[in-house]
């Protein structure tokens, strides 16, 4: 597509329910990345994902979240038994791969905003 | 690790006034720098970027320089704009990488 795309872009969901947020990235981009916005916050790095293998989650805050990618496309996050600190805009953002290219310029969606009531 | 310090805001500023958000960065290797904008109730954008020592990003009237003796990428606008109002955020990707590190963020406020 012409960018990258996001859904859902806004959800509240009940304290320990499971929510599944997609990404999809632009056509041909192989590197695909989550970051977690708090408000008034910076980017926090969840995972990222080089073709559907994901060699860094370094970044994923406890075994309630995972995520996974399939067809070098589409991605999805889920939280498990969602709790009210998990209330943050998801973002979701992709690159070309370009053999390690560093300059490599990455693109953003508009993000789903989870909302843990 | 790598990892971006920038100065933190928010910074008020009146329109035509002259912008500095300092970033400094540490990283082994030669790494990429950018700045990303992100407007009210918008998704991040790339504002600029510089992939070598000695590079000057530019774009909107915005500059940047990447120092490698200061280890540096700070962003400067001659005169800003009402419009310029949005949090800006300082990132690096190393060589052979495919992380993005990312900065705080910088929030700015031009008033008219």
């Known amino acids: 597509g012409a960018g990258v795309s996001q859904s859902p872009s806004n959800k509240v969901t009940e304290k320990g329910k499971d929510v599944e947020l997609r990404c999809d990235p632009i056509s041909g981009h192989t590197a695909l990345y989550w970051y977690r916005q708090r408000l008034g916050q910076g980017l926090e790095f969840l995972i990222y994902f080089q073709g559907n293998s994901a060699p860094d989650k370094s970044g994923l805050p406890s075994d309630r979240f995972s995520a996974e990618r399939t067809g070098e496309s589409v991605s999805t996050l889920t939280i498990q038994r969602t709790q009210q600190e998990d209330s943050a805009v998801y973002l979701c953002?992709?690159?070309?791969?370009?053999?390690?290219?560093?300059?490599?310029?990455?693109?953003f969606g508009e993000g789903s905003w989870l909302t843990v009531v | 690790g790598d990892s971006v310090t920038q100065m933190e805001g928010p910074v008020t500023l009146s329109e035509e006034a002259f912008l500095t958000i300092n970033c400094t960065y540490t990283a082994t290797g030669y790494p990429s720098l950018f700045w990303y904008v992100q407007y009210p109730g918008e998704g991040l954008q790339l504002l600029l970027k510089a992939t070598k020592a000695d590079d000057k990003g530019s774009n909107k009237g915005f500059e940047a320089t990447y120092r490698k003796e200061t280890t540096s990428f700070h962003l400067e606008k001659g005169s800003v704009q009402v419009s310029d109002s949005a949090v800006y955020f300082c990132?690096?990707?190393?060589?052979?990488?495919?992380?993005?590190?990312f900065g705080a963020g910088t929030r700015l406020f031009v008033k008219a």
């Open positions: 990132a690096l990707r190393n060589t052979g990488g495919f992380k993005t590190i």
């Open positions: 953002a992709s690159s070309l791969g370009g053999g390690g290219f560093s300059g490599n310029t990455i693109y």
